[in-house]
């Protein structure tokens, strides 16, 4: 790429993607799906002002590599969410790009062919495609922002943000949550501090002003206002899990000192799993009892699920791989999704009525 040895002289090439203009004029946000992502956005927000008293739940596959399992995924959350509706407000979680410690797969956007391609402007129009699908079913959608210009191309189509554990402290990732239009959830470190994630949410609820792309795919100068729907996400780390009673009230009192609202979202997979999916019910379970017996700081958990148990590799002929089965972190399976979410919205179900009854 370098002619003249200063420039770009480790670019082996570049090509244009489409704008993200052209890729939403081909797949167009739809009165269905306009509506989904507006109900949930403005549902997410009453919970989080307690105007709400159900308990939101994040869940579904720690990656999304096959869109047609994902489609099935989605027709059977759908479902369960009409069911549990009364005290779970369900979002799917559709993650499409993976933070990597070292090497590994990236994700659909980036790899969507999962052969090294790198067929990124594939990848984009795959992902808006299926977040139309999910929005169009009447299920909102949750994912994490990773890279700073996506968000251009999918954030219509999305209910809920997470921002990961590797890019809590990361001042690019907190400028572009100051303006992203969803919720927004900011991880605590992967050393399990909880002090990224504090500075993370003050610093989101602040104006800032930064380098991006428009929807023509111009480069831009963004002035935000800050984002006032950012919480803090409790998902382990340095060997310790965080989600029992003792750290919630210590989570809750650094909240508090900080100025911020006791709003606390407990990832059950992770640290606080060990990253063994067995374990995720236990935790998921811990917080409903938290709930019942009187927590009001714990507003939604997180779930990795999928249709199958575990996960896989990713062989080299990808024509053996299992069907509904992660190929990144384990997931639980669809039936231990079923089982806990229907026992959670049982358990709670008289709590939230009586919560509701005395708002």
């Known amino acids: 790429m370098s002619a003249n040895g200063i420039n770009n002289v480790n670019v082996v090439s570049q090509e244009l993607l489409p704008t993200p203009e052209q890729v939403k004029a081909a797949l167009p946000l739809t009165a269905a799906a306009e509506r989904t992502v507006r109900e949930g956005r403005a549902t997410l927000r009453r919970i989080l002002a307690r105007e709400d008293p159900r308990l939101f739940v994040v869940v579904g596959p720690c990656s999304i590599h096959d869109a047609g399992a994902a489609r099935e995924y989605a027709t059977r959350l759908r479902r369960l969410a009409d069911e549990v509706a009364g005290s779970l407000f369900l979002i799917m979680r559709v993650y499409f790009e993976k933070p990597r410690t070292t090497v590994g797969w990236k994700g659909l956007i980036n790899d969507p062919?999962?052969?090294?391609?790198?067929?990124?402007?594939?990848?984009?129009?795959?992902a808006r495609e299926l977040l139309l699908y999910i929005a169009e079913l009447g299920l909102p959608a949750a994912t994490e922002a990773l890279d700073p210009i996506t968000p251009q191309y999918l954030?219509?189509?999305?209910?809920?943000?997470?921002?990961?554990?590797?890019?809590?402290?990361?001042?690019?990732?907190?400028?572009?949550?100051?303006?992203?239009?969803?919720?927004?959830?900011?991880?605590?470190?992967?050393?399990?501090?909880l002090g990224v994630a504090i500075n993370a949410l003050k610093s989101v609820a602040r104006p800032h002003h930064f380098l991006g792309i428009n929807q023509n795919g111009q480069c831009a100068v963004f002035r935000t206002r800050g984002n006032r729907d950012a919480h803090v996400?409790?998902?382990?780390?340095?060997?310790?899990?965080?989600?029992?009673?003792?750290?919630?009230?210590?989570?809750?009192?650094?909240?508090?000192?900080?100025?911020?609202?006791?709003?606390?979202?407990?990832?059950?997979?992770?640290?606080?799993?060990?990253?063994?999916?067995?374990?995720?019910?236990?935790?998921?379970?811990?917080?409903?009892?938290?709930?019942?017996?009187?927590?009001?700081s714990i507003v939604g958990l997180m779930l990795e699920s999928n249709l199958?148990?575990?996960?896989?590799?990713?062989?080299?002929?990808?024509?053996?791989?299992?069907?509904?089965v992660s190929v990144t972190d384990a997931c639980i399976d669809w039936s231990a999704t079923e089982t806990l979410l229907k026992s959670a919205a049982a358990k709670m179900r008289p709590l939230l009525a009586a919560r509701a009854g005395a708002a």
């Open 233 to 296: 996400v409790l998902r382990g780390g340095g060997g310790r899990p965080n989600y029992d009673s003792v750290s919630i009230a210590m989570c809750e009192r650094e909240l508090a000192e900080n100025g911020l609202p006791a709003n606390i979202v407990v990832d059950c997979s992770h640290g606080n799993s060990n990253k063994d999916p067995a374990l995720q019910s236990l935790v998921a379970e811990n917080c409903v009892n938290q709930i019942l017996e009187g927590n009001r």
């Open 113 to 126: 062919f999962m052969d090294d391609s790198f067929h990124i402007e594939k990848g984009l129009y795959l």
């Open 155 to 193: 954030n219509d189509l999305v209910t809920w943000t997470a921002i990961g554990a590797r890019t809590t402290e990361s001042q690019t990732h907190r400028e572009m949550a100051s303006g992203l239009s969803t919720p927004v959830g900011f991880k605590n470190g992967t050393d399990g501090s």
């Open 308 to 324: 199958h148990w575990g996960n896989q590799p990713i062989p080299k002929n990808l024509a053996q791989l299992k069907y509904g």
